[in-house]
């Protein structure tokens, strides 16, 4: 099983459409929990970041942390064809060092 | 603003060369990361440090070694380069965690390596 999972996709949804992307991970201590967004041929940044169960709203995205069923997600309200990209999850045990495992990503694809 | 560089963006070596892949943070950042990333694998973690002159193996460290002479600078060595190590290398940095960081890492702009 790997650490952290995602659907590879592609996702694909009309722009103002919600996009919801969606993982889970294996570790049950992990402490802190991450969205980044990948443009084709570019590096990661970070959308979002959540360490506690419920929800966190950041403009136009929302992340969800539910630690009981081992699972976060990202909502994209209004999406929109610049958000187009591949977003990977990825979890931090923060135990003792810094240990970040990363998904392999869910391609988004907002079709105009 | 956060910056991390890399040294190339494209690089192409013959088998058996060694190579040096350099990144440089000025964020005063304590750990600094190597990843390469393939289609399908993810990111993929090869070597980290938390302080200068320290290092820990990642989860691929074969055929790799790293240095960090200095806060900033991060290097990467491909030893005697080989066709599977063609790959995206990405570089990245973070601040030391102190129990409440938000262990957010700030990636260079990657250097497409390719081995032939």
């Known amino acids: 099983q790997k650490e952290v999972e995602q659907n590879s996709g592609p996702l694909s949804v009309p722009e103002g459409a919600i996009a919801s992307l969606n993982c889970t991970y294996s570790d049950r201590g992990s402490q802190s929990f991450f969205w980044y967004r990948q443009y084709s041929g570019k590096s990661p940044e970070l959308i979002m970041f959540?360490?506690?169960?419920g929800d966190k709203e950041d403009g136009r995205f929302t992340a969800q942390l539910n630690k009981a069923s081992q699972y976060v997600s990202l909502l994209i309200r209004d999406s929109q064809p610049s958000d187009s990209a591949t977003y990977l999850c990825a979890v931090s045990n923060s135990g003792g060092y810094q240990k970040v495992t990363f998904g392999t990503g869910t391609k988004l694809q907002v079709i105009p | 603003d956060v910056k991390v560089t890399q040294s190339s963006r494209y690089l192409v070596k013959r088998t058996g060369e060694k190579v040096f892949l350099e990144c440089v943070q000025d964020m005063d950042h304590e750990n600094m990361f190597w990843y390469r990333q393939d289609p399908g694998l993810g990111l993929r973690l090869i070597y980290f440090?938390?302080?200068?002159?320290?290092?820990e193996k990642g989860d691929i460290p074969e055929g790799y070694s790293v240095s960090r002479e200095k806060k900033e600078r991060f290097s990467l060595i491909l030893e005697s380069a080989s066709t599977n190590q063609t790959s995206m290398y990405l570089c990245?940095?973070?601040?030391?965690?102190?129990?409440?960081?938000?262990?957010?890492?700030?990636f260079g702009p990657g250097t497409r390596l390719t081995v032939l």
């Open positions: 959540i360490y506690s169960n």
């Open positions: 440090s938390y302080d200068v002159k320290m290092k």
């Open positions: 990245a940095s973070s601040d030391f965690f102190t129990g409440i960081s938000t262990d957010t890492q700030y």
